[in-house]
């Protein structure tokens, strides 16, 4: 490889980690409204189950149900900042979800979940809970292997699309698969690590998600005209654009049905 196409090579990889930086800025300033205050993330959950929140108002308890999303294995039930507007309830402090219990709503039973002082001094009011539906034990925050997991999944899949487009296009040369994985795993690595913070999905981001990828394919395409020689200049062009639809696709499709 010349220094120039080393060069041109640093240039664009680092130029692919950092197109997720604006989006992801532009991504947290979504209206606060329509971010839940809190999330519970749970494994695994009954079909029947319902989250209540009890909060006190006044004197009172105000029963608040939490909005449930199944997405495979893992439920998400999130209390929305500010509920229908003829309530009129806010979450917008700590202060809020003092004395709050958590009910879980399943098999004809409810269970009183109390949240602790402790995690209550940690919210930020963008906040997530693991629930364990076998003994409904309740953790602050979401657990590495999770996080390690799903990344893994992701990455495994969108790679796996694209190198089965490289084998496709017919492409059989060692260094060909060698430079596919390599730059595939750098911006299939930075995209995953940008839509694992979409647990909170607006759906609206679907939009910048595809930006995105269209970022990566303008990197990509003189990066593979570049590199990927073996069939032909033209032929890698188009081996970008299809590994790029590919990928894309198969995102989109995971960021609405899989866990985030």
């Given at each position: 490889m010349t220094d120039r196409r080393r060069r041109g090579l640093t240039f664009l990889l680092a130029l692919m980690l950092m197109l997720a930086i604006p989006v992801s800025a532009a991504a947290d300033g979504r209206g606060v409204y329509y971010r839940p205050a809190?999330?519970?993330?749970?494994?695994h959950a009954p079909d029947d189950m319902i989250l209540r929140m009890d909060l006190r108002r006044d004197g009172e308890t105000v029963p608040v149900f939490l909005y449930r999303e199944d997405r495979l294995w893992e439920?998400?039930?999130?209390?929305?900042?500010?509920?229908?507007?003829?309530v009129k309830i806010w979450y917008g402090n700590r202060v809020d979800f003092q004395d709050a219990v958590l009910v879980a709503m399943t098999g004809g039973m409810e269970i009183p979940i109390?949240?602790?002082?402790?995690?209550?001094m940690k919210l930020t009011m963008n906040d997530y809970f693991m629930l364990d539906a076998s003994?409904?034990?309740?953790?602050y925050g979401l657990s590495t292997g999770r996080a390690v997991l799903l990344f893994c999944l992701r990455l495994a899949i969108t790679l796996a699309a694209a190198l089965a487009v490289l084998y496709l296009k017919r492409y059989r040369w060692r260094k060909s698969w060698i430079t596919v994985i390599i730059v595939d795993l750098i911006s299939l690595s930075a995209l995953s690590l940008f839509v694992s913070n979409w647990i909170n999905f607006n759906p609206k981001m679907i939009a910048v998600h595809f930006a995105v990828m269209l970022g990566v394919l303008i990197v990509q395409i003189p990066l593979f005209w570049w590199l990927l020689d073996e069939n032909g200049s033209l032929e890698s062009v188009?081996?970008?654009?299809?590994?790029?639809?590919?990928?894309?696709?198969?995102?989109?499709y995971m960021v609405i049905h899989f866990p985030l």
């Open positions: 809190l999330t519970f993330v749970t494994s439920s998400y039930f999130r209390l929305y900042r500010q509920t229908e507007q003829e109390p949240l602790s002082e402790e995690d209550l003994d409904f034990s309740l953790s188009s081996y970008a654009c299809w590994s790029n639809v590919a990928t894309t696709v198969i995102n989109a």
